[in-house]
């Protein structure tokens, strides 16, 4: 282990202790002020994967919609699929 990443982990472990034997009050405190500050990367993460399902959802929507009403190309975009041109 790099001598960085032991003293990392040691800091880390003490702040974990030290946080873990406070009163219920100073915990509550201590867990707040946390939430608070990353909340907003919770909601901008909760944004990006909304809006990354959402494209795999028309991703979806799109090879379904392929498939449904095209039998006239149908070998071809079987053909396609199986060697992964257009779709994965």
Request: proline share 3%; with cysteine; glycine share 6%.
């Given at each position: 282990m790099k001598?960085?990443?032991l003293i990392t982990l040691l800091l880390f472990i003490a702040g974990a202790a030290w946080a873990l034997t406070?009163?219920?009050g100073t915990v509550r405190s201590i867990q707040n002020s946390y939430f608070a500050i990353i909340s907003p990367f919770l909601k901008?993460?909760?944004g990006i994967e909304k809006k990354a399902f959402a494209f795999i959802?028309?991703?979806e929507h799109s090879k379904a919609w392929v498939?449904?009403?095209n039998e006239m190309f149908s070998p071809f975009l079987?053909?396609?699929?199986?060697q992964?041109?257009?779709?994965s």
């Amino acid at each position: 282990m790099k001598p960085l990443n032991l003293i990392t982990l040691l800091l880390f472990i003490a702040g974990a202790a030290w946080a873990l034997t406070r009163s219920d009050g100073t915990v509550r405190s201590i867990q707040n002020s946390y939430f608070a500050i990353i909340s907003p990367f919770l909601k901008g993460g909760s944004g990006i994967e909304k809006k990354a399902f959402a494209f795999i959802d028309e991703v979806e929507h799109s090879k379904a919609w392929v498939f449904q009403g095209n039998e006239m190309f149908s070998p071809f975009l079987v053909y396609c699929t199986q060697q992964k041109l257009f779709f994965s």
